[in-house]
């Protein structure tokens, strides 16, 4: 069974950074595609950022390029999301999530979720 625990969220200032980490489990990630995605009250759950756990290839959320920054470690089974000059924006609950085959931008290709972390960027 697919299991998928995100953790490092917290009230940071705009401009500030956060690390987001996944830790799954369950089977081996090779094929998949790892993702983060937010969710900010009132709004649909959007794509940040995603990993191919084979080659690294990223794809990334055009609002988060040049400020996060995903990546895998595959020995450990973690996944990271490095977020730089955060903004007000920002602001959402922050969901890891998994997939067979490549990267992916839409929450209905996923099939796997963790339960979320709060990320708060107060202005």
């Known amino acids: 069974q697919v299991q998928l625990v995100e953790s490092g969220g917290g009230l940071v200032q705009a401009g500030g950074s956060l690390r987001l980490s996944c830790a799954a489990s369950?089977?081996?990630?090779?094929?998949?595609?790892m993702g983060w995605f937010r969710q900010a009250p009132g709004k649909e759950r959007e794509f940040v950022a995603a990993?191919?756990?084979?080659?690294?290839?990223?794809l990334y959320r055009d609002s988060v390029k040049g400020r996060f920054t995903i990546s895998r470690d595959n020995a450990k089974n973690t996944m990271t999301l490095q977020m730089n000059s955060l903004r007000p924006d920002d602001t959402a609950v922050y969901y890891c999530?998994?997939?067979?085959?490549?990267?992916?931008?839409?929450?209905?290709?996923?099939?796997?979720w963790g339960q979320g972390t709060q990320v708060t960027v107060s202005s």
């Open positions: 990993i191919t756990w084979s080659h690294g290839f990223t």
């Open positions: 369950g089977r081996t990630f090779s094929t998949y595609s």
């Open positions: 999530s998994t997939r067979r085959g490549g990267v992916a931008g839409t929450a209905n290709e996923y099939e796997y």
